[in-house]
């Protein structure tokens, strides 16, 4: 049965999460329940998914009766490809996903079924895409990571910018930086719990380690070398806009996916394509100092967090799976972040763009934007077969248009 012929356009995994119910009260606000998206609720025990059903009806005045239910168990294979083979596209928010995402990607990518999820989990990326891309090539699944805060807007920013230079001066950036202006929002237990699994595998074994410290680990295995060197650990002065800069937390994961995409847009940035991102932090003394305590913070949480003892006692204050920022904490929260990109020869020529959110960046924000992907996979008519992409080689102008017209997510271009 091919992917067209598939009973739901989108079902969602994971939907009794905290990340997964914001992500069903989003769909079924946008899209309702029966309409033209067939799209259904899944996860491991009915009774929570019947709640959940119940609850975002509630919470969006939108009647969820009629709303498909599906219970799957990720450790089950047989009940992974019957839910695989439901749909066009499989949404997940269940992680961390080196622990319970693998053997869903695998059911994915062996019977062409769809992919999109919220990782950023770089090493996990790396042996998904190493084991399965050959079979997801040959089925036309099309698998994409980082479908929220990590990465969609540093790899759509990118893909943005680039594609003005393009239209502006018929030229492409020669490097790009990012830099994070300001945003509010909170964690949820879900995205520390895959943090310090990320940190437990790199303790134990040197190889993780490897894969999280180079530059061009998620990129094809002919690809992964250029001109990019380490992330920035410490303070920076940035003259391009007069700041200070300290490193910006999800920085190890957004550069590697946007060198990726590149790759995969066969160079279409250059071969000598170079990309950063970090956090402005102000002018003058009180910038650098502000960016110093912010470096040397994200320093020792690292080392501290590489610790088992210590990591167990940070675990321990963290909010637990399936907590995370209140109604008000999401609505409240935004999201500036700025991008230049830069002409080859002439400055002058430079382009300035600003991307805006109107959520929280990871969950108000996260939410639409996976919602988004999956819909852009499932129902778009994009050029790309199957494979291992990123949201920018995968969906590029489709997505950015989804984003724009849905998602409350603004690209504008400075003059």
């Not at 830099?179 to 895959?194: E, L, P, Y």
């Not at 946007?258 to 102000?282: C, I, K, P, Q, T």
């Not at 690292?302 to 003892?309: D, H, K, M, R, S």
């Amino acid at each position: 049965m091919g992917v067209t012929d598939r009973k739901f356009d989108v079902v969602l995994w994971g939907a009794t999460g905290f990340t997964g119910k914001l992500v069903a009260a989003y769909l079924l606000e946008r899209y309702g329940a029966g309409g033209e998206l067939h799209w259904a609720l899944a996860g491991r025990n009915r009774e929570k998914l019947e709640a959940v059903r119940a609850e975002i009806g509630r919470d969006t005045g939108a009647d969820a009766a009629t709303l498909p239910l599906i219970v799957a168990d990720a450790a089950d294979d047989a009940s992974l490809t019957s839910m695989v083979d439901a749909a066009r596209v499989i949404c997940t928010t269940v992680g961390p996903y080196a622990r319970y995402g693998s053997r869903l990607v695998a059911a994915c990518a062996r019977r062409g079924t769809h992919y999109c999820d919220l990782t950023g989990e770089v090493q996990w990326m790396r042996r998904m895409i190493d084991a399965h891309a050959d079979e997801a090539k040959t089925s036309g699944a099309r698998i994409v990571h980082t479908c929220g805060f990590d990465s969609i807007l540093s790899d759509l920013g990118v893909f943005f910018v680039d594609g003005e230079m393009h239209r502006q001066h018929e030229s492409h950036c020669a490097a790009v930086k990012c830099r994070v202006v300001a945003f509010s929002g909170g964690f949820s237990g879900g995205t520390v719990a895959s943090m310090f699994n990320m940190l437990e595998e790199a303790g134990h074994d040197p190889e993780v380690r490897r894969v999280m410290e180079d530059p061009y680990a998620l990129n094809p295995a002919s690809e992964r070398s250029g001109p990019d060197g380490p992330d920035q650990t410490g303070p920076v002065y940035d003259p391009d806009f007069d700041s200070w800069t300290a490193p910006f937390v999800t920085a190890a994961i957004n550069t590697r996916v946007v060198r990726r995409s590149n790759a995969l847009l066969d160079g279409g940035y250059g071969r000598e394509f170079r990309y950063d991102e970090a956090m402005l932090m102000g002018a003058g003394p009180a910038g650098w100092a502000k960016a110093a305590a912010l470096s040397a913070a994200l320093g020792a949480t690292t080392v501290a967090g590489a610790l088992g003892p210590v990591r167990q006692l940070m675990a321990r204050f963290a909010p637990s799976p399936g907590e995370g920022p209140s109604k008000q904490q999401r609505e409240e929260g935004f999201f500036k972040i700025r991008f230049l990109g830069r002409h080859p020869q002439d400055s002058k020529k430079n382009v300035h763009a600003l991307v805006t959110g109107d959520r929280d960046p990871g969950y108000g924000s996260t939410a639409k934007m996976l919602g988004e992907s999956a819909v852009c996979l499932a129902r778009d008519d994009l050029a790309v077969a199957g494979g291992f992409w990123t949201p920018a080689s995968a969906m590029g102008e489709a997505l950015l248009a989804r984003l724009q017209a849905n998602a409350g997510v603004k690209f504008t271009i400075d003059a």
